[in-house]
């Protein structure tokens, strides 16, 4: 059974930094693209970084490039979000994605159950 | 403002059909697969539809998606009240070089 499990997330300053981790099992996880997507409170789905298997063809959504970095331990199973420069507008669940064997970015076929990041003084 | 654009709200009576629509452009839906999702309060996002018209193993026929140019629907049949959710188009997008997702679309089951 897939399981994707994500932590890390928590109360942080504006403008101060967090780490978020993913831990996978149930699937070949060096197989796979994986991807992290966030919601808001209230709001809709918004994607924020994917990467493939070998953690090559690396992409971001527009509003986190350059402050936040996705990568991926293959020997822990593990995805990881380093978020920095955070800011009110980056409060939200986050999402572990694991993405269907297309390797189509789009197409997430297990989800986490995510984990909350509030940025707040 | 999302790239993807989608009703915020649509609904229809039990049994009935109902389609939402979702609108892109050349750079995303015109030239690349669009999936769709389902969400109930709380939960995690549900794969319901993928590569446009194609259903995971487990999802009923009643849902179906079409893409025609740059938009697309999602169509659901003989709704049921536990149809009601939010419902998300997504694709990648070749100039923003990253996957877009509609505002999505609350569905009353009325």
């Known amino acids: 059974e897939v399981q994707l499990v994500e932590s890390g997330g928590g109360l942080v300053q504006p403008g101060g930094s967090l780490r978020l981790s993913c831990a996978a099992s149930g699937f070949t996880f060096s197989s796979y693209v994986m991807s992290w997507v966030r919601q808001a409170p209230g709001k809709g789905l918004e994607w924020v970084s994917g990467l493939g298997g070998s953690g090559e063809n690396i992409y971001y959504g527009d509003s986190v490039r350059g402050r936040f970095t996705i990568s991926r331990d293959n020997s822990k199973n593990t995805l990881y979000l380093h978020m920095s420069s955070l800011g009110a507008e980056d409060t939200a669940l986050y999402y572990c994605a694991k993405i269907a064997s297309s390797g189509h970015y789009e197409v997430a076929d297990y989800w986490g159950q995510g984990t909350l990041v509030i940025v707040s003084s | 403002q999302s790239v993807l654009t989608q009703p915020p709200s649509v609904s229809a009576a039990p049994g009935q059909r109902v389609t939402i629509s979702c609108s892109g452009s050349?750079?995303?839906?015109?030239?690349?697969?669009v999936s769709w999702y389902q969400q109930f309060p709380g939960t995690a996002p549900k794969l319901l539809i993928h590569?446009?018209?194609k259903r995971p193993a487990g999802i009923p026929d009643r849902f179906s998606g079409s893409k025609s140019g740059t938009s697309a629907t999602l169509g659901i049949t003989g709704l049921q009240t536990g149809d009601e959710a939010d419902y998300y188009c997504?694709?990648?997008?070749?100039?923003?070089?990253?996957?877009?997702f509609g505002g999505g679309s609350k569905l009353t089951v009325l």
């Open positions: 050349s750079s995303n839906i015109g030239t690349y697969y």
């Open positions: 590569e446009n018209d």
């Open positions: 997504g694709t990648w997008d070749g100039s923003l070089r990253s996957v877009v």
